[in-house]
Nanobody
Framework: QVLVVESGGGLVQPGGSLRLSCAAS????????MGWYRQAPGKRRELVAL???????NYADSVKGRFTISRENAKNMVYLQMNSLKPEDTAVYYC?????WGLGAMEAWGKGTLVTVSS
C-alpha cells in the first residue's frame, strides 16, 4: 500500500509563488506515476500535473508555463512549484499516487491542501 501526505498550501497574492510538497510512504517501488489534482468550489476535481516513473511530465493547459512538477526519489517526495498564481488557481490541491498492488492498479490520495490566491 502507498500513502501520500501533502503540505505547503496557504494564502498568496496574485502573481505570487507557492510550492506544494507531497511525501509518499509504503510500497514506493510499486508507484508508476504521481500527480497533483485540484478541486475548486463547485467544480470537478481536475488533473494539474502528472509525472510518470521514467516518463515525461504532463500539465493541464491552464497551468503550462507557470507550474512545474518534480520528483525527488531519494526522499520519496513530489513537488509542485506554482508561479504567477491567479485567483482561478484557488482550490484544494491533492497529491495522487498510482501504483501496482497485487494483480491490479490502485490509487492513493492525500487529504488535500488549500491554496488561496487573493489580494
Amino acid at each position: 500500500q502507498v500513502l501520500v501526505v501533502e503540505s505547503g498550501g496557504g494564502l498568496v497574492q496574485p502573481g505570487g509563488s507557492l510550492r506544494l510538497s507531497c511525501a509518499a510512504s509504503g510500497s514506493i517501488s510499486s508507484i508508476r506515476a504521481m500527480g497533483w489534482y485540484r478541486q475548486a468550489p463547485g467544480k470537478r476535481r481536475e488533473l494539474v500535473a502528472l509525472i510518470p516513473s521514467g516518463g515525461s511530465t504532463n500539465y493541464a493547459d491552464s497551468v503550462k508555463g507557470r507550474f512545474t512538477i518534480s520528483r525527488e526519489n531519494a526522499k520519496n517526495m513530489v513537488y509542485l512549484q506554482m508561479n504567477s498564481l491567479k485567483p482561478e488557481d484557488t482550490a484544494v490541491y491533492y497529491c495522487n499516487a498510482q501504483y501496482l498492488w497485487g494483480l491490479g492498479a490502485m490509487e492513493a490520495w492525500g487529504k488535500g491542501t488549500l491554496v488561496t490566491v487573493s489580494s
